[in-house]
């Protein structure tokens, strides 16, 4: 793939061609980061150097992470980190790779919290099913005096959660526990989030490569997809305090579903947030008003 002497900027050229012959979604960038890892360069050293020469062991070290990505492994999962809401976060084999789709449950989560109180007040925060922390994580970045516990039922993901709160500074308001959703959690939280497994079983073997290779704990979502909603809306009248809020990441073509069946544990929408690709990604919901 590369040849003999060739520089840096001749190697993110070939390994970019090569991935695009692959029909890779992202092939620039990709070369850019594998390039970069491989020779330890970040962004702007790696486009100051584009003229210098690769001596065999760059050339071996960029090939092995070429072929890696060729094989359809993620990008994230070769050099062991993902960013998620500007946080650099660790992943390995037993987590999810933070999507950026996924950031939409952030940004509604923090529209609520902006909507009925401000950001700076005292706030209780679960993350169920929290993998890498990624949404726990990123809430407490902007919420400086909330505290949060992220649960999962995999303590390797839950290893990984612990030091990325440790390696960004939120070890003192983060804990995380095993546990099934929030069965191991007292409740009166605030603010509750999950991006739960939501792939019906039977569609997991027709993912893309990339997908298909998670954790298959992150991805079965039972039959039809719906199972941890239906657990996460049965327990969600004693995890909210008063006037909190449950937001859940959702699958495409999902929102009537998952509003059906929230609505009938006495649970109400407040809203639902579209992607940048226009799905319906985070649906907002809160215990039923009473009526007089």
């Not at 695009?20 to 330890?40: C, F, Y």
């Not at 690769?54 to 990505?69: E, M, Q, S, T």
């Not at 609520?112 to 007040?121: K, P, Q, T, V, Y």
Request: charged content about 20%; glycine content about 10%; proline content about 6%.
């Amino acid at each position: 793939m590369l040849a003999p002497g060739a520089t840096i900027a001749a190697a993110r050229r070939a390994l970019a061609d090569a991935f695009r012959a692959a029909d890779l979604d992202a092939p620039e960038l990709d070369a850019r980061i594998l390039v970069g890892h491989a020779l330890g360069l970040d962004h702007s050293a790696l486009a100051a150097s584009g003229d210098r020469k690769l001596d065999g062991r760059d050339n071996d070290a960029i090939a092995a992470l070429a072929a890696r990505r060729l094989a359809r492994e993620p990008v994230a999962r070769i050099i062991g980190r993902k960013e998620f809401w500007g946080l650099p976060l660790r992943v390995t084999a037993a987590t999810l790779v933070p999507r950026p789709e996924t950031e939409t449950v952030v940004e509604a989560a923090l529209a609520l919290i902006d909507g009925s109180g401000g950001r700076s007040r005292p706030l209780n925060i679960a993350d169920l099913g929290t993998g890498t922390g990624a949404l726990l994580l990123a809430l407490l970045s902007e919420l400086p005096r909330a505290r949060g516990v992220g649960t999962d039922l995999s303590p390797d993901a839950l290893v990984v959660a612990r030091d990325n709160a440790a390696r960004l500074g939120f070890a003192t308001r983060a804990e995380f526990v095993v546990g099934d959703f929030g069965a191991a959690l007292p409740g009166g939280c605030d603010l509750v989030v999950s991006n739960p497994p939501y792939v019906p079983s039977r569609d997991i073997a027709a993912l893309t490569p990339e997908a298909a290779g998670e954790p298959r704990l992150a991805l079965d979502g039972g039959v039809d997809g719906l199972d941890c909603y239906r657990a996460i809306a049965a327990d969600a009248h004693r995890l909210l305090a008063p006037a909190g809020h449950l937001v859940v990441e959702l699958g495409f073509g999902q929102l009537d579903l998952v509003t059906a069946l929230i609505k009938a544990q006495g649970l109400e929408t407040v809203s639902a947030q579209s992607d940048l690709a226009g799905t319906p990604r985070a649906l907002c919901v809160r215990v039923a008003t009473k009526t007089p």
